[in-house]
């Protein structure tokens, strides 16, 4: 029983590792599930998956026998012929042996005129070829097992690079319609300062002007409105694209997820768990590369095959015993010497074998990087967070007090504007900053190779 407890609360720290900073969404997993599901590209990619596992079925089928149906008919006239007098030979012979026993047991036989070329001549018959000794064959399905490994690596790279594209679209939409909630309540504190301003010169406390500064800032404030519209509309269209939907569809919101950030630390972030396929990718070319180079290490051995025939054969289609035959043979073919090309096929392969050895441990390092440079923009994100959360609180303050000393007169209106300006630029920069800490952390989990 303590070993279950200790278990279940190791699982716990570690899911608590890989999930910090981490806000969960069903909203966000359902669009990722969608996205997975529907995405075009990512369907490509499984296409070409599924191709190459039966390119692998169609290397496989090289080991078995071929069968097969052959059969030629040949019609021919002139040419070259054979004359051969054995009448004017023989036929001496047989006359005078007829003479001396007086009977015709030996008859008259004509001169031998036959054309090399045969005329309705056929041959049908069925073949059957197995390969007995033929390394080209098993080399060449190594091969094809390595590219179907590495075509679903492939996949696997474009469906979390789309799982990160999703969250990252996501959270860009969200941050433009939290933007522009920002932008509608401070539309309606302008308005109120409008009201506020000419109710204060109807009573000649203050000038017309404020007046038409509160209205230029509602104006420039529908500027950035429409600004801000037109990039939430992008978004939105960019985010449907990757979930294969119409561009104009509706977006859940769910503006509880940059509500819900926590702390992250480096040591938690450091003991994110996951798997860069693209490693794999280059590992599965070593493998192919690797393989390639036994393939032609091994062209010098021969290549044995057994060949067996039956069928029929003859002048005209007659299908008696007379045509019938069968023929089995053995073949060998071995390359005693094909100009050193093998020799320097190897040497290719090897040199392929160094480069890709080289690229794996380059690619190596640059995720290391990655991820070490991943780890500290979240950090830098949750700190932008932390700075414009305390400058809200100060500005929200501030903004009390202004707008208390605006309507007893004490302070000018453009004032106000200004803190009222402030006010609504810092709420927007904190909106903006949750959403990228969201982005930077959704980075950060592709960096390290985190599955969704």
């Known amino acids: 029983m303590k070993k279950v407890i200790v278990a279940f609360i190791i699982s716990s720290l570690l899911m608590g590792i890989r999930q910090a900073g ?14 997975l599901k529907n995405n075009l590209a990512l369907t490509q990619k499984n296409l070409s998956w599924k191709k190459s596992r039966v390119a692998l079925k169609e290397a496989k089928g090289l080991f078995m026998p071929q069968l097969s149906l052959e059969a030629s008919y040949t019609r021919a006239g002139g040419g070259r012929k054979l004359d ?32 090399f070329l045969p005329n309705n001549f056929h041959e049908t018959k069925l073949r059957f070829i197995q390969p007995l000794f033929n390394s080209d064959i098993y080399f060449n399905r190594q091969i094809k097992r390595e590219m179907v490994a590495m075509q679903r690596n492939t996949e696997a790279v474009y469906r979390k690079e789309l799982i990160k594209e999703i969250k990252v679209a996501y959270f860009q939409y969200l941050q433009t319609q939290e ?8 539309r309606t504190l302008l308005k109120e300062i409008l009201r506020v301003n000419k109710k204060l010169v109807k009573r000649h406390k203050i000038t017309k002007d404020a007046i038409y500064g509160a209205e230029y800032q509602i104006s420039q404030l529908d500027a950035q409105v429409a600004q801000t519209q ?45 798997k860069r396929e693209e490693l794999l990718q280059i590992q599965n070319g070593i493998n192919a590369n690797n393989q390639s ?63 890709l050895q080289t690229r794996l441990k380059e690619t190596q390092k640059q995720f290391l990087l990655q991820q070490r440079i991943a780890r500290y923009a979240v950090l830098s994100a949750y700190q932008t967070i932390r700075t414009n959360e305390k400058a809200q609180r100060q500005i929200n303050e501030q903004l009390k007090i202004s707008r208390k000393r605006h309507t007893q007169g004490q302070i000018p209106y453009y004032e106000l504007l200004q803190t009222q300006t402030n006010y609504t630029n810092n709420k927007i920069q904190l909106a903006v900053a949750q959403y990228n800490f969201l982005i930077k952390q959704a980075e950060l989990e592709r960096a390290v190779g985190v599955a969704k």
């Not at 004017?88 to 036959?114: C, H, K, M």
């Not at 990757?242 to 997820?257: C, G, K």
């Open 179 to 186: 933007v522009l909630r920002i932008y509608e309540e401070s």
């Open 230 to 274: 037109q990039q939430a509309q992008a978004s939105g269209a960019y985010f449907n694209f990757l979930l294969n939907r119409d561009l104009a569809e509706n977006i859940e919101v769910d503006a509880s997820m940059a509500k819900k950030i926590t702390a992250p630390t480096l040591e938690q972030m450091a003991g994110m768990e996951g």
């Open 22 to 35: 981490v806000a969960q969404s069903k909203v966000m997993d359902q669009y990722i599930e969608e996205g």
């Open 84 to 115: 051969f007098p054995v009448g004017d030979l023989i036929n001496p012979v047989y006359s005078t042996l007829n003479q001396l026993t007086g009977s015709d047991r030996f008859p008259t036989i004509a001169n031998v005129n036959e054309q």
């Open 293 to 355: 180079i036994k393939l032609n290490k091994f062209n010098a051995y021969p290549k044995v095959n057994l060949v067996v025939d039956a069928g029929y054969q003859g002048f005209g289609y007659q299908f008696n015993e007379d045509q019938r035959f069968w023929l089995m043979q053995v073949s060998l073919k071995w390359d005693l010497f094909k100009g050193f090309q093998n020799k320097a096929k190897i040497q290719q392969s090897q040199i392929e074998q160094d480069i």
